[in-house]
């Protein structure tokens, strides 16, 4: 161990099981023999206790916290872990600085040690799931999440990555839940606030979200995504201008910020601005070239003013970023359409029926409606 602490592994067991090293025992005198005067024994270089050492590299870590030199403070933690092993708190703190340093798995596996050396933690369990979060295992957080919350039910901060975790799994119910007892442990908690209205915008709960997010706000009015979840709250209430006053908020906090412009075109094409919204989505892609929403809510603005080709090159881009988008396969079809091609509307059905039955069903439909359709011919693709 190189360092101000380095000493040898045979001293480092001494200190951990509590005997003296082989050079520090005093000799014997032979039996029966005149006791001899023994030389003074060289006092060895290292002479702080365990805990003494554990109190020095301590501070020094939380110097280096303070001033936010992560990868110092990482050597130092590690250093500290070695003298202590079965700390957990210094596990839970190693953690930490591994999730500051964006390096999740060790994160999780220093968490994980945590919870080893002291299963009652209900905070290792928390920074365990939050790290789950953070790596896309929503599935594992919850998990960890709720054996946390077993621990202590009334902690605001593992209800909200709770919450967070259902949202990333299409959990709106159970997502409600959460965040609505965190609100209620905090009513003053704009985090939870907004968590609730975003799951109730997800369950269709247009009313209560707006409501939900407005009291966000008025804790935090400084909270761009805030007044973005806000305007689709509006835009599905039908309340477009005031949907439209809260993205423009929300353009004017984060003015560098892919989704709110894309929020913005949304607005504007429900509107049937189509050219406004053209001109949105464009902002969008330019912050942000991979949004295949964008570049589906680009071909739709598109296909309205008329512009079929560019319209179909703006959903095979968004197809590209995200081959099983279903609305951008749904709204090339209905272009297709739009132009009179059968077969390619045809083809975008057969993509969809693996996607989402609801809407090939309403894509089919809309072929029936604007073709004379020959079901004998189905399977070879043949149209009247």
């Given amino acids: 161990m190189a360092g101000k602490f380095a000493f040898s592994s045979v001293v480092v067991l001494a200190i951990f099981v509590g005997l003296s090293p082989a050079w520090a025992q005093t000799p014997q005198p032979p039996p029966q023999a005149q006791p001899q005067p023994q030389p003074q024994q060289e006092k060895p270089a290292f002479t702080l206790s365990t ?51 964006g ?28 790290a789950y979060i953070l790596m896309d295992q929503a599935g594992d957080a919850v998990e960890v999440l709720n054996r946390g919350l077993r621990l ?9 990555l709770l919450g967070a975790a259902h949202l990333l799994l299409n959990h709106p119910a159970e997502a409600t839940a959460a965040y609505r007892r965190a609100a209620q442990l905090n009513p003053q908690s704009a985090a939870a606030h907004l968590g609730l209205g975003q799951a109730q915008n997800l369950l269709g709960e247009y009313q209560e979200a707006a409501a939900a997010l407005n009291q966000a706000l008025r804790l935090n009015p400084r909270n761009g995504g805030a007044y973005l979840e806000l305007a689709a709250a509006y835009s599905n209430l039908g309340q ?36 406004e919204a053209r001109d949105a989505y464009k ?24 512009r079929y ?33 059968r077969m390619g509307a045809l083809q975008e059905y057969d993509i ?24 004998r011919f189905r399977d070879r693709g043949r149209l009247k």
């Fill in 51 to 101: 805990e003494e050492m554990a109190r020095e590299l301590a501070v020094l870590v939380e110097e280096n916290l303070r001033a936010k030199k992560y990868d110092k403070a990482l050597k130092l933690l590690k250093q500290l872990i070695f003298v202590k092993p079965d700390d957990a708190s210094r596990h839970l703190q190693l953690g930490r600085v591994y999730l500051k340093l």
């Fill in 103 to 130: 390096r999740f798995p060790e994160a999780v596996k220093s968490f994980k040690q945590a919870i080893l050396f002291q299963a009652d933690n209900p905070d290792a369990h928390y920074a365990l799931g939050g």
């Fill in 152 to 160: 202590n039910a009334k902690n605001e901060e593992g209800l909200l």
């Fill in 240 to 275: 477009y201008d005031q949907g439209l006053e809260a993205c423009r908020l929300a353009v004017a906090l984060e003015p560098v910020w892919s989704e709110a412009h894309y929020g913005l075109g949304e607005l504007y094409a429900g509107m049937g601005r189509y050219e």
């Fill in 283 to 306: 902002l969008a892609l330019r912050l942000q070239p991979d949004s295949y929403q964008a570049h589906t809510g680009l071909g739709e603005a598109l296909t309205r003013l008329d």
């Fill in 309 to 341: 080709e560019d319209a179909v090159d703006s959903f095979k881009s968004a197809i590209r970023f995200k081959p099983d988008y279903a609305r951008a396969h749904f709204s090339l079809g209905m272009a297709h359409i739009d132009k009179g091609l």
């Fill in 352 to 375: 969809l029926r693996t996607m989402d039955l609801h809407l090939a069903h309403t894509l089919l439909q809309c072929i029936v409606q604007e073709f004379s359709f020959d079901w």
